[in-house]
């Protein structure tokens, strides 16, 4: 049986949301500005992760701040519609790696395009890795999401494709470190996580089937650079920023609309 997913990648485009059952629709320009707040907010975040602002989503949006904190007034309503729709794509992928036959095809299947879709969204990425534990979604999500992992990882390691001490904490350790090379890297080569990755599905499968590397290793330049930017920046910092990139100019004066 051959089971292949679809590519789910942020395109720049916010997916239409309905407003949240509890809540009146607004008026046609309110709403206006909520969209425009929601397409700032995924781009910024997508690019820097989930420390942005409110001040630079409202620049951004070219609204005033006070917008959006009218229309958001916590983050975690503001997380919540950038990434329900997300964390369905990832169940939906967790899902379809189950049906698939082999199991370790499925588990290492799950993985890969996993890592595709969090690839061009760094906010995605740090949701769900964590980054956003106090939110109602981020519980919800790791609710539906965990059980599925471990029943991927409990049948591929019953199959013995999978080394009997390797847990699903390990998977979960490793789809972290792998996330975090992703940050590191993007300015460097964006698709070198898929080169660690395939080392480390190589050293926690059982047997000795060993797949080709994807990619070039690092020269002592790029591991430099790879190695400057994968301090997590503090909130607020964004992405960290490329030590050979051309320092930018100060903070622009905000204005609000």
Do not use: K
Request: hydrophobic letters at 35%.
């Amino acid at each position: 049986m051959n089971h292949d997913f679809p590519l789910l990648r942020y395109d720049g485009a916010v997916s239409e949301i309905p407003p949240p059952s509890d809540r009146p629709p607004l008026r046609r320009d309110a709403e206006r500005n909520r969209r425009r707040i929601l397409t700032a907010a995924r781009g910024l975040i997508a690019e820097r992760g989930l420390g942005v602002g409110y001040e630079e989503i409202a620049r951004e949006a070219e609204v005033g701040v006070g917008t959006v904190y009218r229309r958001f007034p916590s983050r975690d309503g503001l997380f919540y519609e950038l990434f329900h729709d997300r964390v369905d794509a990832v169940v939906g992928i967790l899902e379809e790696a189950l049906a698939v036959e082999d199991p370790w095809e499925g588990l290492r299947r799950f993985m890969r395009r996993d890592f595709e879709l969090q690839a061009s969204d760094r906010g995605l990425r740090e949701f769900m890795l964590g980054g956003a534990d106090s939110t109602e979604l981020g519980r919800r999500s790791r609710g539906r999401i965990q059980p599925l992992v471990a029943e991927l990882v409990e049948r591929a390691r019953s199959a013995g494709r999978l080394r009997a001490d390797v847990g699903q904490g390990d998977i979960e350790i490793i789809l972290a470190m792998v996330g975090g090379l992703m940050d590191a890297s993007v300015r460097v080569d964006p698709d070198l996580w898929r080169r660690y990755l395939a080392m480390v599905l190589d050293g926690i499968q059982s047997g000795d089937r060993h797949d080709e590397l994807p990619g070039e290793p690092p020269d002592q330049a790029e591991v430099g650079r790879i190695l400057a930017g994968w301090a997590r920046p503090r909130r607020g910092q964004g992405r960290p920023r490329d030590p050979e990139a051309p320092a930018r100019a100060g903070p622009q004066s905000e204005t609000g609309s």
